[in-house]
């Protein structure tokens, strides 16, 4: 980015005498300031406003500030403001503005972040891109992007997360996308939506600051969007297998890719699963609209890369497979996985470690004990982790599969038996809660 002190300034309504000193780049942790940024010290454990003189130490020539101006520091530029995360979101409105990119929000239960990655590849191939980076997908995180966007970007592709009803609705409205898309309706965050109505709805936020003229692409199969879009203006869109407006067939499933085809066009994505085939008929829509050929489209899906720890591959140090999905879970994206692994051709056992599903509300015990449906013979053992997959464990103990059960605190016993118990022909999935750290089991591993 590049502004000034000056347009800052005006940009939020501050008064005083601001001059032309050039601002690079914005940043709210004072560990990753640079030369010419502006500091954010926004409010956390500990106030930002602590940090203001590591701040200067690394580079910053301004902050926002919201304590008492006799408190400022001398040596930097001063904006005083009312609410410093306010005045960031503020920025971000005004500097999307002056770069007028065009903006595909992404949101949806799971799903969303690999279709934000496949959509950003695909709208590569054509237009300088720029998406969210990791997890930025809050109402801080997505400023955080949209001012850390180069300034000749051309399509800003923003994923769009929440935990409570209204969230969504608030960044839609910042960002004013020209398109969006819902990945998929499923359990994530019961606990405070209520149900998955009630998620469906939250979801549906994406409209409130989609552009009159504007695409929504969402799944046909999702039964709990079509009431809700019944009285939308903007263009809907609807991808499916076998069914919607754009449908794919899929042609060849492996370990390490997915072949399909859409009409008699053939794609590969270099990931598993029909649920990211899904993902990738969404970003297949939106290359169209924003005038792909189908040839940009193939290359960019075929190239796009995941962020990490969603259905990644990799070597554990003995020479065993491991498949980590280790970033979210909800019941409707564990059994997807549980199914596509399943379905494999592997030359050892197959081996799942399991972790719980956070934030399922009241029926969370049995939510956990309906992944039993998933885990067929094809599964050679099973490691549960959290207290309420004991749910799951206690439902198919006496079953066909082996089958291992340890609470939360016992996690480096459960390290401990995965190593004693892989093999270097075997695959091992593990998939669960981010907040579970199953992440530190594939390091312990690797």
């Not at 709990?224 to 069914?243: H, N, S």
């Not at 190239?303 to 019941?331: E, H, M």
């Not at 067929?376 to 464990?393: I, K, R």
Request: net charge negative; glycine share 8%; aromatic share 8%.
């Amino acid at each position: 980015m590049r502004v000034t002190a000056k347009e800052i300034a005006t940009a939020l309504n501050i008064p005083g005498n601001y001059d032309d000193t050039v601002i690079t780049s914005v940043e709210f942790d004072s560990r990753l300031v640079q030369t010419q940024s502006l500091f954010v010290p926004l409010a956390g454990v500990r106030d930002g406003h602590e940090f203001c003189q590591q701040a200067i130490e690394k580079g910053a020539v301004a902050t926002f500030w919201s304590r008492p101006i006799s408190q400022a520091p001398s040596d930097l530029i001063v904006f005083p403001v009312a609410d410093v995360a306010k005045a960031f979101q503020q920025l971000a409105v005004y500097y999307q503005a002056q770069i007028a990119p065009k903006v595909v929000a992404i949101t949806g239960s799971n799903g969303k972040t690999t279709t934000k990655d496949m959509t950003a590849s695909v709208l590569s191939q054509r237009y300088r891109t720029y998406k969210t980076q990791g997890n930025y997908n809050n109402d801080l995180g997505m400023p955080y992007t949209i001012l850390h966007m180069p300034d000749d970007t051309e399509m800003l592709v923003l994923e769009m997360g929440m935990d409570h009803a209204g969230e969504i609705a608030f960044l839609s409205r910042l960002a004013q996308p020209d398109a969006a898309a819902i990945t998929m309706i499923g359990e994530a965050h019961l606990e405070n939506l209520g149900s998955r109505e009630g998620i469906a709805q939250a979801k549906m936020e994406i409209t409130a600051g989609l552009k009159a003229d504007g695409l929504l692409v969402i799944p046909e199969q999702e039964i709990l969007l079509k009431p809700l879009v019944a009285t939308l203006t903007q263009q809907i869109q609807t991808v499916g297998f076998m069914q919607g407006d754009i449908q794919g067939t899929i042609i060849l499933e492996e370990k390490e890719q997915t072949q399909f085809k859409v009409g008699e066009e053939q794609f590969t994505i270099p990931v598993l699963g029909s649920y990211n085939v899904m993902n990738a008929l969404i970003a297949y829509t939106l290359g169209n609209y924003f005038g792909l050929t189908t040839t940009q489209i193939a290359r960019g899906l075929a190239t796009f890369q995941l962020t990490k720890n969603r259905t990644q591959w990799l070597k554990a140090k003995n020479g065993a497979d491991l498949l980590s999905d280790v970033y979210n879970a909800n019941p409707t994206a564990m059994g997807l996985v549980l199914e596509s692994f399943a379905q494999l051709t592997l030359n050892g056992r197959r081996l799942a470690v399991l972790a719980d599903m956070l934030e399922l509300g009241p029926d969370s015990k049995a939510m956990h004990a309906n992944m039993a449906a998933f885990l067929t013979e094809a599964y050679d053992e099973v490691f549960l982790y959290g207290s309420d997959m004991q749910a799951l464990y206690e439902k198919i103990k006496e079953g066909p599969v082996t089958v291992h059960y340890f609470e939360k605190e016992a996690k480096p016993q459960l390290i401990s038996v995965i190593k004693e118990t892989l093999q270097p022909t075997d695959s091992l999935l593990l998939k669960g809660s981010n907040g579970m750290g199953l992440a530190e089991i594939v390091e312990a591993l690797q």
